[in-house]
C-alpha cells in the first residue's frame, strides 16, 4: 500500500466509531444542543467550535458516503475537503445561502469571521491521508448495526443544530411591583397589549384569603400620560368593578409615533373607589426592548406574569393613597 | 494588474461582513389594543405580531462565469468573465425579528441597481462597464442595463438572472458580439433594517 494512500476504513461505516470523527461528532452534538445559549462558554467561542467541529467531520462522512460509490479514494477525500469547504464559504459569505440553509435545516449565521476556522479543513484532509492503521473488525452483526447508527446518528447531527433564539419586540412595561393596595383591596395591574396604536392594560383584584370580602373595588377613571398627552381609556369607565376576573383597559393613541419621537416613558393612573373612599394607583411604564422568551403562560392567581426585567419583578409595590 | 484586482475583490467580497443592522425605527409591534385579549381569564399577556420590515442592503462581490461569443463583428468563441460587482438595493423583508429565524433575512421583494466591470473577458482590453436595474424576488432577481466597453468604444444592452449566487448573463454589444456566460457571483452585505 502506498504510505500516502487514504485508509480504506475510513470509507466504511467504522470511521464513525473511531475516535476522531467520534469526538468531532459529540462536540458538535453537545455544542450545538447544550451548551450554545447556556452561558457557559462566551457565545463567540461556541460559534467557532461547532465550525471547526463541522469541518472536521464533513468532510470524514462525506468521503464515507461518496467513497462508497467511487473507486479513487484519494480523490474522494480531496473533494470531499474541497466541496465542504466551499459550501462552508458559501454560507459564511452570502446571505441568501445562509437563509436557504436556515429554512433547510436550521439557523446557519452568515458571518464571515467564522472563515477563520477552515485550517480546521486541513486537520480533516490530513486524517483522511493518515497511513493505515489496524482495521477494524466489521464482521460482526452487532458491530454492523452499530456502526450503521454511528452513520444514522452522524447524519442528524449533521442536520440538527440548536433551535433559533427567540425574536426580541417593543413593548410597554410596568416600572413597579405585580400588586398594589387600593384603600381596602389589592389590584394587580399589568401590560396585556402593546403595539403600533396603543396599549392594553390588565387589571384584577388579588385579596388573599378572607381579606376585603367586604370590600368594593370599582374602577373610576383610568388614564395614560404619554409624550405630554393624558389618554383615556376607551373602555366604558367609571363604574367598571375590579373583581378577580380580569378587566382589561385599551389606551389608544399613536404608539408608533411616540416611539419614533423618543417618548418611551408614561404614568398609568388609576383611579378607584374602594368601598366608597377614593384610592390612586400610579404606575410608571417604560416602553422597551423585550428580548428572550416571550411572557411564559399565565397563571390563574395571584398575578399575571410581567415582562418586566427580572430586576423589577422583585421590587417593592408603588403605590399611592388618597387621603 | 486587471488579475490583481479582481482577486483582491474576492479577497475583499469573503472577508467583508455579513450583517444586517437593526434600525429603531417604528419598532413597536402589531396588536389589536382594542380588543382584550381571549380568553380573558386567566390573565393573558399577548406580545405584539411582528409587521414586517423595510430594508436597504449594499452588497459588494465578484463574479466568475463562463459561456460563449457569438454573432457579431469579432470572431465568436468559448468566453468567460470575471470581475466585480456593487450592488444598492431597497426592499421588504417579511419579519424584522431577525434573531428569529433568518439572521439575513431573504428580501421578500426589492429594486435596486448593480455596478459592474466585466474585468477580465475574451478578447477586450479592458473588459466592458455596466449599469443595471435590478428586480428581486425572493432568491430570484432580474436585472436590465447598459454595458460601455470603453477600450472597444461599443456598447449594448445586457440583461441579467440570477437565482442566489448563480447566474445566467446575456450581453449584446454593437458591432461586437453577443455574450452568454453562466456563473457563480459571491457577495457580501451589509443591511439595514427597520420595521413597517
Known sequence: MHPRAPRPELFGPAVFARPAPL????????????????????????????????????????????????????????????CTGLVFALLKVWPAAAAIASRLWGVVVCDSSDLLTLPALVAAYLYLRRPAAPRVDVAGARTRWFHRGAVLAAGWASLATSPAPRPPFVAWQ?????????????????????????VGVGIARVDGAGEGASCRLVLERATLEV?????????????????????YLPFLFDNEAAWNAGDRAAVLLLELSASGERAVVRLPLLQAWQRGEPPAPPTPNPGPVFIVPQGDAGADPWVEQAP | MRQ????????????????????????????????????????????PRDPGGNMVLLSAGAFAGIGGAFGGDKEGGASYGVGPEI???????????????????????????NLGWTALTRGLTMGPLYLEAEYRESIFSAALGWTVSPSEKTHG?????????????????????????VGLLLKGAQGWLWSK
Open chain 1, 23 to 82: 469526538a468531532a461528532l459529540l462536540v458538535l452534538v453537545v455544542n450545538d444542543h447544550v451548551l450554545k445559549g447556556a452561558g457557559v462558554l462566551p457565545g463567540w467561542l461556541t460559534g467557532k467550535l461547532s465550525d471547526v467541529a463541522g469541518l472536521f467531520f464533513f468532510p470524514v462522512l462525506l468521503a464515507h458516503l461518496a467513497g462508497r460509490f467511487a473507486a479513487q479514494r484519494r480523490r474522494v477525500a480531496q473533494l470531499s475537503v474541497l
Open chain 2, 157 to 181: 444592452p445586457q440583461a441579467t438572472l440570477a437565482a442566489g449566487p448563480l447566474y445566467f448573463r446575456f450581453t449584446h454589444e454593437f458591432g461586437l458580439w453577443n455574450q452568454i456566460t
Open chain 1, 174 to 198: 410596568i416600572q413597579a411591583g405585580a400588586v398594589h393596595r387600593a384603600g381596602c383591596g389589592r389590584v394587580t395591574v399589568w401590560i396585556a397589549k402593546s403595539g403600533k396604536s396603543g
Open chain 2, 4 to 47: 490583481t484586482i479582481v482577486v483582491c475583490t474576492f479577497v475583499v467580497a469573503s472577508a467583508s461582513a455579513c450583517a444586517v443592522h437593526r434600525l429603531d425605527r417604528n419598532a413597536p409591534g402589531v396588536a389589536d389594543v382594542e380588543v382584550a385579549p381571549q380568553p380573558t381569564s386567566p390573565r393573558v399577556v399577548e406580545p
Open chain 2, 87 to 113: 450592488s444598492l438595493a431597497r426592499g421588504w423583508t417579511p419579519s424584522t425579528r431577525i434573531d428569529a429565524f433568518f439572521p439575513y433575512p431573504i428580501m421578500e421583494r426589492a429594486f435596486g441597481v
Open chain 1, 227 to 247: 409624550a405630554g398627552q393624558r389618554i383615556e381609556t376607551s373602555a366604558q369607565l367609571p363604574g367598571l368593578p375590579v373583581e378577580s376576573r380580569s378587566g
